[in-house]
Each structure stands twice: as C-alpha cells, then as structure tokens.
C-alpha cells in the first residue's frame, strides 16, 4: 500500500473513532445525570487523576523511586487524542447548536444546548488534561527514543509544539476574558486552525 494510501485510511479510522469518542462521551454524561451523579464532579475527579499520573510520569524521569503507575506510550498517546477530541468537540457542538436551534425539536436543542454548556465549561480542563498526559507520553517515550522511527519523533514534536502553542493562546484569550477585554475573533480562529493541525499531526505521529 502507498504512503497516501496508509494515510487516507489512517485519516478515515481516526475520525470515526473521534465520532464515536464524542458521542460516548455525551452518552455517558446524560447517563449520570438520569442517575443524579454529579457530570462536573466526575469529570474534575478522572481529570485530576490523569494529570496527577502525567506529573509522576514525567518527575520519574529525575526521581525514579516515585515509581508511578505503568502505562505504555501508546497508552498515552493513545488518551491525549481521545481527550483532545472533547477539547474540538465545543466548535463542532456551537456550529451545530447554531444550525438546529430553529429547525429542529426542542428535545433536540435541549440536548444540544446542554452539550455545548458541558463541553464550553469544561474546554480549558480538557485542555490541560491533553497537555500533562501529552508531556506524559513524551517522558514515557525519551529513554527510548533513539530506538524509534525518525518520523514518530519528528511527528511528535511537531504535534508537541503545536499543542504548546495553542495552550499559550488559549491562556491569553483566558486572561483577556478574565480582565473583561474582548479578544479579536481572528485569535479564536487561530486557536480553533492550531486544533485542527494538532490532529492532522496526530494522524501522521500515530
């Protein structure tokens, strides 16, 4: 098979494994909710697991005696897309939510309207949670990287850097809103494009 070819069908795999990742997650929360289980409380509490993990992980690399828990690179990799869905997942939802609002049932915009609240309240939490266990598998990955494929490093520091950039982004439009300043919608735009470059990194690092 060519190298387009591998790609395309990487490409198709990974984005019907991003719907089904999305869509699991908006299952799950109205599954807690009908079982009146806190979604803010239970998103706080597995998120927070994560990043105290990625941060063992990565101080392992100077204190070897914290000895945290094991977990493959891939495993890592592998969670930083999944979760980086949810991140992207807000745009999608608003562009929908836009869409249907006048065009559709009420129990559908309900639905949609209660997506979009989730996933904007939670959309920075995500994205430190991408970040720590993108570090994570980054750590996990260095005594070993003089064994691996020139194009999984060159790909996954290509993706790494492009996740930090967009991470100081997202930082100085959360500091913009929090001193009641309006940042340009050019910047938003910005933030949503390095999103979109970040995943089509992923598919060539993965």
């Given at each position: 098979m060519s190298f387009a070819g591998s790609i395309l069908i990487r490409s198709f795999f990974y984005c019907v494994l991003s719907i089904i990742d999305f869509f699991l997650l908006l299952g799950t929360c109205s599954i807690l909710r009908l079982i009146r289980i806190s979604v803010n409380w239970t998103t706080w509490i597995i998120g927070s697991i994560l990043i105290l993990n990625s941060v063992l992980i990565f101080l392992s690399l100077f204190f070897p005696q914290l000895s945290p828990f094991q977990v493959?690179?891939?495993?890592?990799?592998?969670?930083?897309?999944?979760?980086?869905?949810?991140?992207?997942?807000?745009?999608?939802?608003?562009?929908?939510?836009?869409?249907?609002?006048?065009?559709?049932?009420?129990?559908?915009?309900?639905?949609?309207?209660?997506?979009?609240?989730?996933?904007?309240?939670?959309?920075?939490?995500?994205?430190?949670?991408?970040?720590?266990?993108?570090?994570?598998?980054?750590?996990?990955?260095?005594?070993?990287?003089?064994?691996?494929?020139?194009?999984?490093?060159?790909?996954?520091?290509?993706?790494?850097?492009?996740?930090?950039?967009?991470?100081?982004?997202?930082?100085w439009i959360w500091y913009q809103k929090r001193t009641k300043k309006l940042p340009p919608k050019t910047v938003h735009t910005i933030h949503a494009a390095l999103t979109i470059t970040f995943f089509i990194a992923l598919f060539f690092h993965m």
């Open positions: 493959t690179e891939a495993f890592l990799a592998a969670l930083s897309f999944l979760i980086a869905v949810y991140t992207a997942g807000q745009w999608f939802t608003r562009h929908w939510y836009i869409q249907i609002k006048k065009r559709t049932t009420s129990r559908i915009v309900l639905w949609s309207k209660n997506a979009l609240l989730f996933l904007r309240k939670h959309h920075e939490f995500f994205g430190w949670v991408v970040t720590f266990t993108a570090l994570a598998h980054m750590a996990n990955f260095l005594p070993t990287i003089t064994t691996a494929r020139q194009y999984e490093v060159i790909t996954g520091f290509i993706a790494l850097g492009i996740l930090l950039i967009s991470v100081i982004l997202g930082l």
